[in-house]
């Protein structure tokens, strides 16, 4: 069976695109997610997602890693598939979609700039080293030192295999504050089990865990990503950080078809 699928890119945060509203997809098949998302045998991306019918907001996101099993929340690849809704002409400037980790507003700028309203975050546990939350995907925030020589991969692993998350692991992000308004970070994320140019809810979880543990009073934050810029933004009540958006370039990159 031949398969059209579409390419988008989130600052570098790539991802197969397919249009599944008539169900044809064999999402149980795992094997051929994962080739799929192969750089060597398949398209190459990231995680693949399907845009589906859903009878309460405009479409439903599911989101497989490439491994090939569908996971938690991405921030990018809601992103981009606001984007893809876009071009198909199921939505206009603005969006509600349904999602793993529930409802979502987003809009659709000028310039391929996508804004993704994410979850609320009421629970940030701070420790001596490290801060753990949960953004639509686990995450472990780390700040460190040289983050541009750091092996991302060789101590992501080490953390997300560890016995600090157990079985189901975590998402590790290092990150180096540059100013007061602006975070760099690199993400190891599992699923793909290694370092990724950029990871949405990574950033996100960066943003609030850097207010969370005094290293910034802003609301508003510029993240650097190895695959661009990402601003985050929030309201914080308290402990609880509300109305919190992810904003970034969405951007296509091409289409095919791939028999399957």
């Not at 859903?54 to 690849?77: I, K, L, P």
């Not at 001596?128 to 060789?154: A, M, R």
Request: include cysteine; proline fraction near 1%.
């Amino acid at each position: 069976m031949q398969v059209e699928f579409y390419k988008y890119q989130g600052t570098g945060n790539d991802f197969v695109m397919i249009d599944n509203r008539s169900n044809f997809f064999p999402k149980e098949d795992v094997k051929l997610i994962e080739r799929l998302c192969d750089r060597r045998f398949g398209i190459g991306a990231d995680g693949l997602i399907l845009l589906e019918n859903d009878s309460e907001t405009d479409f439903r996101m599911v989101y497989y890693n490439s491994d090939g099993n569908q996971s938690s929340m991405c921030g990018n690849g809601g992103r981009c598939l606001v984007a893809f809704a876009n071009q198909l002409g199921v939505i206009d400037d603005k969006t509600t979609f349904i999602a793993t980790d529930g409802l979502h507003h987003a809009s659709v700028g000028n310039d391929a700039i996508v804004s993704l309203q994410m979850i609320d975050v009421d629970k940030v546990q701070k420790n001596d080293s490290y801060t753990f939350l949960n953004t639509g995907s686990p995450h472990h925030v780390q700040i460190v030192d040289d983050l541009e020589h750091y092996n991302v991969k060789e101590n992501g692993a080490a953390i997300r295999y560890g016995d600090l998350y157990g079985e189901k692991g975590s998402n590790v992000n290092f990150v180096k504050k540059v100013d007061d308004g602006t975070f760099s970070l690199r993400t190891y994320e599992r699923g793909v089990e290694d370092e990724t140019l950029a990871c949405g809810t990574g950033a996100t979880a960066v943003a609030i865990a850097m207010n969370a543990i005094g290293q910034t009073d802003k609301t508003s934050i510029n993240l650097n990503v190895e695959g661009g810029k990402l601003v985050v933004s929030f309201d914080k009540l308290g402990d609880h950080f509300t109305n919190v958006f992810l904003t970034g370039p969405a951007k296509f990159v091409f289409k095919g078809t791939i028999e399957i």
